[in-house]
């Protein structure tokens, strides 16, 4: 490195005021490499030479990297004559070079990174690099699916050119409602006046992320801390270009991805054709050959309705169901997930794209699957065919999903392992891709007739050995 003023030092190191640094020095307080200095324009290199402070080492580090939990009533700025500052926040000596990352509205609270690193704010704050930033929010009016839509579209706020796509998530919808936004650029007051632009009014505002970084639950509003290094390592890698994934080209398009759970998810099917033959034993029946495929699609109160109908059987639609619910419960903790199949969720969830569930199975059963491998935070929604009027392979479950996702359903990607959910998927308006299954195998070349892709495992997905067909 270059070598700098030993002045310039101190005070980059928080030793002091610049002034101060001088004073310091000149009353020989100061040492490099064991010999005092008294001359603050002395030049040192910051490699090679060891500066000391009153006998105390003066290690100098380049660059310096905060986060801070920003509070409402504080500028975004590095000094203000009439009003506190985010640098204000850093307490006791600091260096005179920091500067935040972008700026918050002064009511706005919540992630602001701090740092003197030019390059990587420069990296972050680009229009060109479309780097992530989440908000939570509370906003006067019920907010809606339309509106997720229209921000996923992109929304007219009176600039020359509309927002770029945003991703909008509802937490609560009520007169004042809870919301997520994942936007892609910076402009001023931008989630205020998308909100705005729909008629609606934003009255609390918070970043929770910025890129690869994120607010820590447990930073006090006010605090602040240094990053690691992982943390600084990623955030550099923010906005860059990345080396071409086997995934790049599959997802280029793809704003949400929507599996079905049995047989696509977790290898499940078999378990229900054991419950068929103990269940239908009970009452005297075998099971006919024909069964599974009148079943395929079906919810799991549509099943539960098939069963009394057609085995003319002495119990309500939901004492079937509560017998297959107490059937399935301890067999379905010990499923495991399809191979590749937590990888892949996992590589979604880093490139934000959103991530949902549309099963035909009780919302229990799901749940606790998703609870007993973990992966339950990783699901932006979990819907079953409860929550429509007409099981697979009507596209009713596969449409509702989208919604709660905020997503287009022509940006979705499904994963379906029988042809009947392949063809709900297909109906809704979406890519779907076929995953094998042990339990429909007779039914490959149908499935691979339907789907747009097909899988052996999800395997195939993390190494660009999939089937486009």
């Known amino acids: 490195m270059a070598k700098i003023r030993l002045d310039k030092y101190l005070a980059e190191m928080s030793c002091g005021t610049r002034s101060e640094v001088k004073a310091m020095i000149r009353k020989g307080r100061v040492t490099v490499d064991k010999k005092t200095v008294k001359a603050p324009e002395t030049k040192i290199d910051t490699d090679a030479e060891r500066v000391e402070l009153d006998g105390s080492p003066v290690a100098y580090e380049e660059m310096a990297y905060y986060l801070l939990n920003k509070p409402a009533g504080v500028v975004s700025a590095t000094r203000d004559g009439r009003q506190k500052t985010v640098l204000d926040l850093l307490p006791g000596k600091r260096r005179q070079?920091?500067?935040?990352?972008?700026?918050?509205?002064?009511?706005?609270e919540g992630l602001l990174l701090i740092t003197n690193d030019g390059a990587l704010a420069h990296n972050l704050l680009s229009p060109g690099k479309h780097v992530d930033k989440e908000y939570f929010a509370r906003v006067r009016g019920r907010v809606t699916q339309e509106d997720a839509v229209k921000f996923a579209q992109g929304v007219d706020i009176g600039d020359e050119k509309p927002t770029l796509p945003a991703e909008l998530t509802i937490l609560y919808s009520g007169e004042e409602s809870e919301i997520t936004l994942v936007i892609r650029e910076g402009r001023f007051h931008q989630v205020k006046r998308m909100f705005e632009a729909v008629g609606k009014e934003v009255v609390y505002l918070k970043r929770l992320s910025m890129g690869s970084l994120r607010l820590p639950e447990d930073l006090a509003c006010g605090a602040f801390r240094p990053l690691t290094q992982q943390e600084i390592r990623e955030l550099k890698n923010c906005g860059?270009?990345?080396?071409?994934?086997?995934?790049?080209?599959?997802?280029?398009?793809?704003?949400?991805?929507?599996?079905?759970?049995?047989?696509?998810?977790?290898?499940?099917?078999?378990?229900?054709?054991?419950?068929?033959?103990?269940?239908?034993?009970?009452?005297?029946y075998e099971v006919p050959e024909d069964l599974q495929k009148c079943l395929e699609g079906k919810s799991f109160r549509e099943t539960a309705s098939y069963f009394r109908e057609r085995f003319s059987l002495p119990l309500t639609v939901e004492e079937i169901e509560e017998t297959w619910l107490a059937m399935a419960r301890e067999k379905y903790l010990t499923i495991p997930f399809k191979d590749g199949a937590e990888e892949f969720l996992r590589e979604l969830k880093r490139r934000k794209i959103r991530i949902g569930i549309a099963s035909s199975n009780s919302m229990e059963l799901v749940q606790s699957v998703l609870l007993t491998h973990g992966v339950d935070g990783l699901f932006d929604t979990v819907q079953t065919c409860a929550a429509v009027e007409r099981g697979k392979p009507a596209p009713d479950v596969y449409l509702h999903t989208a919604g709660q996702l905020g997503t287009d359903p022509k940006d979705c990607l499904v994963f379906e392992d029988v042809p009947m959910g392949i063809l709900a998927g297909k109906r809704a308006g979406m890519a779907v891709c076929a995953v094998e299954d042990a339990f429909s195998s007779r039914q490959e070349a149908e499935k691979r007739e339907l789907a747009d892709y097909y899988i052996r495992t999800y395997t195939d997905l993390m190494t660009g050995s999939y089937e486009v067909l």
């Open 240 to 284: 860059k270009p990345r080396r071409s994934h086997p995934l790049d080209e599959l997802l280029a398009q793809v704003r949400a991805v929507i599996f079905d759970l049995d047989g696509t998810l977790i290898p499940s099917m078999g378990i229900w054709a054991q419950i068929d033959v103990e269940f239908l034993g009970r009452f005297g």
């Open 97 to 108: 070079d920091l500067f935040p990352v972008g700026r918050l509205d002064k009511d706005t």
